[in-house]
DNA sequence: CACGTAGTAGAGCACACGCTCCACAACCGG
DNA sequence: CCGGTTGTGGAGCGTGTGCTCTACTACGTG
């Protein structure tokens, strides 16, 4: 009955994506986009209603790209009953996904998750957002439950530190480059241990 | 002979810093700036000449202020004989300077360096910019000799994991929160001694 | 009391942006 | 072959931006 799509909604996905490494967020204008992806202003805007929205678009198709490989890795580790590590294992996990797909890790560390949901997100892709949100909440959880037997606000922040602050400080910089040096993972490692060392932070007063 | 000042400049990197720790540099304009300070926008324009000077010279003001501590905890550490713990006071000086100045640091924690120099600031104020990461790439080299004998780059870059990127993973959130947890600085000391521990990179290859 | 100098004020220019709007194209059931 | 539906294209609107421009003000000097 309607006229059949001429272009691939994942085209301009593609093109956000190439643009968001290449020049940043703030250098990405509908104009630009609509010239490289060879997609109209008007198409845009019929498929995705908000410059918002395409961004965040881009960044949940890989961010559930990323969090499905990570959640697998942590998940085997757990059931091996080894909490340590999981954790090591979800440190690394964005130099694994360089060296798989680069492209993927490259637009993950141009973007940061709160510049992403804003008000002018579609509701379906904001609907998602949060749901990924949530289910990595959900693993961190997991992960400092099996460490420590607690899942408080404090010992939930330091199972982050070691599985996002650290491995963003530590690897970001290489993956934008395009190459982690192996003695960069053993710096994190190591790292990581430490932190884990020092063991929960106090439990809050009650 | 002229007629005198009747605003201070400081008055308008005030208002500047201000706004740029509560809504980011993305939402700090002539406009706001004007009103802020209460300096009319030709006054501003007089003395700065562009917006992105304004932003450059608020944060040149306390990046001094932060390196001269900074620089003076890690001498005495130095001339002490103690390379190690000059690392750690490095590492430690943000949340020293939150304790002190946390206005100060509330600002650099809001803004960074790779945004401020740009081509739109007066050339004097580059120059002064250049000067201080010349001043601040010294002393980085100066570590990395005095632990291991060397200075090349990836030398420098492992000392720079300790002093820069680790502290500001985990200790600008808490400054941004207005808090520093004595357990964070715990974790941070434990993680840089670990990387330490490490070692320096192998030597590349000559 | 002019005059030169340097600071002040704010109206408004030029531009880039996100987004809207609408004429039109491609398809299918009848 | 028509009408309904959906996708496409791009001109252009409204807005907010950094910055310019010019009239004006306050001072020291001759």
């Given at each position: 009955?309607?006229?059949?799509?001429?272009?691939?909604?994942?085209?301009?996905?593609?093109?956000?994506?190439?643009?968001?490494?290449?020049?940043?967020?703030?250098?990405?204008?509908?104009?630009?986009?609509?010239?490289?992806?060879?997609?109209?202003?008007?198409?845009?805007?019929?498929?995705?209603?908000?410059?918002?929205?395409?961004?965040?678009?881009?960044?949940?198709?890989?961010?559930?790209?990323?969090?499905?490989?990570?959640?697998?890795?942590?998940?085997?580790?757990?059931?091996?009953?080894?909490?340590?590590?999981?954790?090591?294992?979800?440190?690394?996990?964005?130099?694994?996904?360089?060296?798989?797909?680069?492209?993927?890790?490259?637009?993950?560390?141009?973007?940061?998750?709160?510049?992403?949901?804003?008000?002018?997100?579609?509701?379906?892709?904001?609907?998602?957002?949060?749901?990924?949100?949530?289910?990595?909440?959900?693993?961190?959880?997991?992960?400092?439950?099996?460490?420590?037997?607690?899942?408080?606000?404090?010992?939930?922040?330091?199972?982050?530190?070691?599985?996002?602050?650290?491995?963003?400080?530590?690897?970001?910089?290489?993956?934008?480059a395009g190459i982690v040096r192996p003695h960069t993972r053993a710096q994190l490692t190591a790292a990581v241990e430490a932190?884990?060392?020092?063991?929960?932070?106090?439990?809050?007063?009650?």
């Open positions: 009955m309607p006229r059949p799509r001429v272009h691939a909604p994942d085209a301009v996905l593609d093109a956000a994506e190439e643009l968001l490494v290449e020049h940043g967020r703030a250098h990405l204008t509908v104009r630009a986009l609509a010239q490289r992806s060879g997609v109209s202003n008007g198409s845009i805007y019929h498929s995705f209603g908000s410059l918002e929205t395409v961004v965040a678009a881009a960044w949940l198709r890989r961010a559930r790209e990323f969090l499905g490989r990570q959640r697998s890795g942590v998940d085997a580790a757990l059931a091996g009953g080894d909490p340590r590590r999981a954790v090591l294992t979800a440190a690394e996990a964005p130099a694994a996904l360089a060296d798989d797909d680069l492209r993927a890790a490259r637009l993950l560390v141009s973007l940061h998750r709160d510049d992403v949901l804003t008000d002018a997100v579609a509701p379906d892709v904001a609907v998602e957002l949060r749901a990924l949100d949530a289910s990595l909440a959900a693993a961190l959880r997991d992960l400092a439950g099996a460490l420590w037997d607690r899942a408080d606000a404090a010992a939930v922040d330091a199972v982050t530190l070691c599985v996002v602050r650290l491995p963003a400080a530590m690897l970001f910089g290489e993956i934008r932190v884990l060392d020092c063991g929960p932070p106090p439990v809050p007063q009650h």
